[in-house]
């Protein structure tokens, strides 16, 4: 249950931290100049004193992850990073971009069938080759209670098989008089 719920809380610690980073952005748009450059100088103070005592800072999570690569796009980020190289930087963008273009590009629309039911499908169009996709899903409904269109039939229709447009028809109705009038006059 807990690997349920691992994701989702990376993910909103991800939004916590990028919020928090935003209105931090926010507050600093308003204050002056002078403060924020002193605050700047401060902070690269910190940074030279772990470098000079070679200290080395904690690993980045995520979250700073995607907020180094959010705001590089503000300013000049080459000569102000000194914790990772441009290279690794440039790599967590490469990343960032990926996921997003994987996520943008999932698979849309209705799932599969499930296997067993299309190889119920297969099996139906093997056994009754005189049979077309409406008949086949028509026969699903009717005897099975299992609501599938023609048109999802065909999608699973067996590439062995004719398509259900090649195939020839089976023999019309005048056709299969004449070829059994004699029994059924016999019938009569």
Request: glycine letters at 4%; aromatic letters at 12%.
């Amino acid at each position: 249950m807990d690997s349920l719920f691992r994701p989702i809380q990376s993910a909103l610690a991800v939004l916590g931290s990028l919020v928090n980073d935003v209105s931090d952005f926010l507050r600093s748009s308003v204050r002056s100049r002078t403060a924020l450059v002193a605050e700047n100088l401060f902070l690269r103070k910190q940074l030279a004193f772990y470098q000079e005592h070679q200290i080395r800072p904690r690993r980045l999570t995520h979250a700073a992850r995607l907020a180094l690569v959010f705001w590089s796009h503000f300013f000049q980020w080459k000569t102000a990073l000194l914790i990772v190289k441009p290279a690794t930087l440039i790599g967590w963008h490469r990343r960032a971009f990926r996921l997003f273009w994987k996520w943008k590009s999932r698979p849309s629309g209705r799932p599969r069938l499930p296997a067993d039911l299309r190889q119920l499908i297969t099996q139906m169009v093997r056994e009754n080759p005189i049979w077309g996709e409406e008949r086949i899903a028509d026969e699903l409904w009717l005897k099975l209670g299992i609501r599938v269109s023609p048109r999802t039939v065909r999608a699973y229709w067996p590439a062995e098989s004719p398509s259900p447009q090649l195939r020839l028809a089976s023999q019309g109705w005048s056709t299969f008089v004449r070829n059994h009038a004699h029994g059924l006059l016999a019938c009569d």
